[in-house]
């Protein structure tokens, strides 16, 4: 028996699911067997892709502007927890997943290498943790961080003139 939830999705609706054979994708056997189905809910996919997303050395961080706002706002409140997922959405097949991620990155970063890198780690890590071909991962900067933005002491910059 599997346990599911509402957003989790299954190969009879998947757009994602083009192998009719299990054992055919490498990686991917254990999730339908002889004995039994694994169902991967969306929210864990999505939090596995946040995760390492942040494990980039480059990223600021993870989400557009208003999802960052909204979650600066719940981590603020006592006892609320980080949302790992902000900032990434999944579609979830039965042998397949495909990752979006929206991403603020670091001044000075080259985005092409950034890319890159999240691709081939958000890639590894939804792999080996769920067994789910990973058919594509889209990234959106939405902005660059400059750190002078953390700098502002509320000081009035010095005169240019004198």
């Given at each position: 028996?599997?346990?599911?939830?509402?957003?989790?999705?299954?190969?009879?609706?998947?757009?994602?699911?083009?192998?009719?054979?299990?054992?055919?994708s490498?990686g991917?056997?254990?999730?339908?067997?002889?004995?039994?189905?694994?169902?991967?809910?969306d929210?864990v996919?999505?939090?596995i892709?946040?995760i390492?997303?942040?494990?980039?050395?480059?990223?600021?961080?993870?989400?557009?502007?208003?999802?960052?706002a909204?979650?600066?706002?719940?981590?603020?409140?006592?006892?609320?927890?980080?949302?790992?997922?902000?900032?990434?959405s999944?579609?979830?097949?039965?042998?397949?997943?495909?990752?979006?991620?929206?991403?603020?990155?670091d001044?000075?970063?080259?985005?092409?290498?950034?890319?890159a890198?999240?691709?081939?780690?958000?890639?590894?890590?939804?792999?080996?943790?769920?067994?789910?071909?990973?058919?594509?991962?889209?990234?959106?900067?939405?902005?660059?961080y400059?750190?002078?933005?953390d700098?502002?002491?509320?000081?009035?910059?010095?005169a240019?003139?004198?």
């Amino acid at each position: 028996m599997t346990a599911s939830t509402g957003s989790t999705t299954s190969a009879a609706n998947s757009t994602l699911d083009k192998s009719t054979n299990a054992s055919s994708s490498e990686g991917t056997g254990a999730l339908v067997a002889s004995d039994g189905r694994t169902t991967i809910a969306d929210v864990v996919v999505s939090k596995i892709a946040g995760i390492a997303t942040r494990e980039v050395n480059g990223v600021h961080a993870v989400g557009g502007g208003a999802t960052r706002a909204i979650g600066a706002l719940r981590e603020r409140i006592p006892g609320a927890r980080v949302n790992h997922s902000q900032g990434v959405s999944v579609e979830v097949g039965e042998r397949q997943a495909a990752v979006d991620i929206d991403i603020v990155a670091d001044y000075g970063v080259s985005i092409a290498d950034l890319a890159a890198g999240i691709r081939r780690n958000v890639i590894d890590a939804v792999e080996r943790m769920t067994g789910l071909e990973v058919t594509e991962v889209n990234i959106t900067v939405h902005d660059v961080y400059l750190f002078e933005e953390d700098n502002d002491d509320d000081e009035p910059a010095p005169a240019r003139v004198r």
